[in-house]
């Protein structure tokens, strides 16, 4: 039979029930674990004593009754994690038992130190405070009722100041354990915050890449029905774009699919957006049928976030223009000054009623919280003469300069 298996679920047992004490800390492994620590000490109390007693006068040399205390002390112990409390009350009975049977002085403390300090550190300070109080009251009121200590006043003395630093250790040892785990739940709580901020970085990549390539893919599959019959090249060429738009957005979902399955260390499938993409964003505009004209200063190396900021806010506003505007014709400028990148998307078209443009749609949204993240602003709204504008500022962190 292999003892190492866990117990049988008696019929009938409640949820809580986890069998014998011992089984409370798993298999084999975690037991033997549990019972290394008795086993060390029963051996070095029996050892030690008999080697102590060679040297004392006046005392009951161990006899059965000696030595099976000395194994019963430890021997509690493999109940400690289960029964701090119920622990340290068994050993202290034990080891007074032990000092009034007259028994040799030696390390019969080891086993009550073992579990004060097991008390102390599992929570129970009040309990391991008042047992180790109790107990040495006890042994104070027998030693006077006979007259005295064998060993004098000295050794009563000596054993309150172990007590004591046995139980400030125990105290120490249990703040450092509670520090440690509060830094290891905020370590945690940092990386589930961290994770949850990926994932909402991603889910707006993701929102920003489906709205401007479905859109685009919209457009150009009602420009290749208008078309299939009367102009089957035109046709030919929206439905490549359609098929070079469904590639691109399957790119951009793989990859960010990739981060969400914890594929970080796989290298993307296609560089991060940024600013050196935006002939490419418009030269695909173009050819869903929205004009589009730019005015772009020569611009500095960006930092990421900014390039990418930059790229999906002139993105989003653009096919906010295309499902939106009606038929318009969109400006981009994009300048540089004052250690700020401004974004500007403008359009002369009508607009529909209630739409996004008003400054209520997600994509709105999303283009100011992209601003706000950077620690920029970002402004939507008509125009005065009719149209509609988005102007985002976003700071440009001036380059290192190398120290000689």
Same mark, same amino acid.
């Given at each position: 039979?292999?003892?190492?298996?866990?117990?049988?679920?008696?019929?009938?047992?409640?949820?809580?029930?986890?069998?014998?004490?011992?089984?409370?800390?798993?298999? !084999? +492994?975690? $037991?033997?674990?549990?019972? #290394? =620590?008795? *086993?060390?000490? @029963?051996? &070095?109390?029996?050892?030690?004593?008999? %080697?102590?007693?060679?040297?004392?006068?006046?005392?009951?040399?161990?006899?059965?009754?000696?030595?099976?205390?000395?194994?019963?002390?430890?021997a509690c112990l493999a109940f400690r994690r289960s029964h701090p409390v119920a622990t340290l009350v068994a050993v202290a009975v034990i080891v007074e038992a032990y000092l009034q049977w007259h028994f040799p002085w030696g390390p019969f403390m080891?086993?009550?130190?073992?579990?004060?300090?097991?008390?102390?550190?599992?929570?129970?300070?009040?309990?391991?405070?008042?047992?180790?109080?109790?107990?040495?009251?006890?042994?104070?009121?027998?030693?006077?009722?006979? !007259? +005295?200590? $064998?060993?004098?006043?000295? #050794? =009563?003395? *000596?054993?309150? @100041?172990? &007590?004591?630093?046995?139980?400030?250790? %125990?105290?120490?040892?249990?703040?450092?354990?509670?520090?440690?785990?509060?830094?290891?739940?905020?370590?945690?709580?940092?990386?589930?915050?961290?994770?949850?901020?990926?994932?909402?970085?991603?889910?707006?990549?993701?929102?920003?890449?489906?709205?401007?390539?479905?859109?685009?893919?919209?457009?150009?599959?009602?420009?290749?029905?208008?078309?299939?019959?009367?102009?089957?090249?035109?046709?030919?060429?929206?439905?490549?774009?359609?098929?070079?738009?469904?590639?691109?957005?399957?790119?951009?979902?793989?990859?960010?699919?990739?981060?969400?399955?914890?594929?970080?260390?796989?290298?993307? $499938?296609?560089?991060?957006?940024? =600013?050196?993409?935006?002939?490419?964003?418009?030269?695909?505009?173009?050819?869903? %049928?929205?004009?589009?004209?730019?005015?772009?200063?020569?611009?500095?190396?960006?930092p990421a976030p900014v390039g990418l900021a930059a790229f999906r806010i002139v993105q989003e506003a653009l096919t906010n223009v295309r499902r939106h505007a009606g038929p318009a014709t969109a400006v981009v400028t994009i300048e540089h000054g004052d250690g700020h990148l401004t974004v500007r998307v403008d359009d002369d078209g009508a607009g529909t009623a209630g739409s996004p443009e008003q400054g209520?749609?997600?994509?709105?949204?999303?283009?100011?919280?992209?601003?706000?993240?950077?620690?920029?602003?970002?402004?939507?709204?008509?125009?005065?003469?009719?149209?509609?504008?988005?102007?985002?500022? =976003?700071?440009?962190?001036?380059?290192?300069?190398?120290?000689?």
């Amino acid at each position: 039979m292999d003892t190492d298996q866990p117990p049988r679920r008696p019929h009938g047992a409640g949820p809580h029930w986890v069998g014998p004490p011992w089984h409370e800390w798993g298999g !084999g +492994g975690r $037991r033997q674990s549990v019972l #290394a =620590l008795p *086993a060390v000490l @029963a051996v &070095l109390q029996v050892a030690g004593t008999f %080697g102590a007693q060679r040297n004392q006068q006046d005392v009951h040399h161990l006899n059965a009754l000696g030595i099976a205390l000395l194994i019963a002390a430890p021997a509690c112990l493999a109940f400690r994690r289960s029964h701090p409390v119920a622990t340290l009350v068994a050993v202290a009975v034990i080891v007074e038992a032990y000092l009034q049977w007259h028994f040799p002085w030696g390390p019969f403390m080891l086993s009550l130190i073992a579990a004060i300090l097991n008390a102390v550190i599992r929570g129970h300070r009040t309990a391991a405070w008042l047992v180790t109080s109790a107990l040495y009251a006890v042994d104070l009121v027998l030693t006077s009722a006979r !007259g +005295g200590s $064998r060993e004098g006043w000295q #050794a =009563l003395l *000596a054993i309150a @100041a172990i &007590l004591t630093l046995v139980l400030v250790v %125990g105290e120490a040892a249990r703040v450092t354990r509670e520090r440690a785990s509060e830094m290891m739940r905020a370590a945690s709580e940092e990386r589930r915050r961290h994770a949850s901020d990926e994932r909402l970085r991603i889910a707006q990549e993701l929102h920003d890449v489906l709205a401007h390539n479905i859109s685009l893919i919209n457009v150009q599959a009602g420009v290749a029905l208008h078309l299939m019959d009367r102009d089957p090249e035109q046709a030919r060429t929206a439905l490549t774009a359609i098929r070079q738009a469904s590639k691109d957005t399957l790119g951009e979902l793989r990859a960010a699919l990739g981060v969400l399955r914890g594929d970080g260390d796989r290298a993307p $499938r296609s560089p991060t957006p940024d =600013l050196g993409r935006l002939p490419d964003l418009i030269e695909q505009v173009r050819g869903a %049928g929205l004009a589009v004209h730019t005015s772009i200063d020569a611009l500095p190396e960006l930092p990421a976030p900014v390039g990418l900021a930059a790229f999906r806010i002139v993105q989003e506003a653009l096919t906010n223009v295309r499902r939106h505007a009606g038929p318009a014709t969109a400006v981009v400028t994009i300048e540089h000054g004052d250690g700020h990148l401004t974004v500007r998307v403008d359009d002369d078209g009508a607009g529909t009623a209630g739409s996004p443009e008003q400054g209520s749609g997600s994509g709105i949204a999303g283009m100011r919280e992209r601003a706000g993240a950077l620690g920029g602003t970002l402004a939507a709204g008509p125009l005065a003469g009719g149209g509609f504008r988005v102007e985002a500022r =976003l700071p440009v962190p001036a380059p290192a300069r190398s120290v000689p």
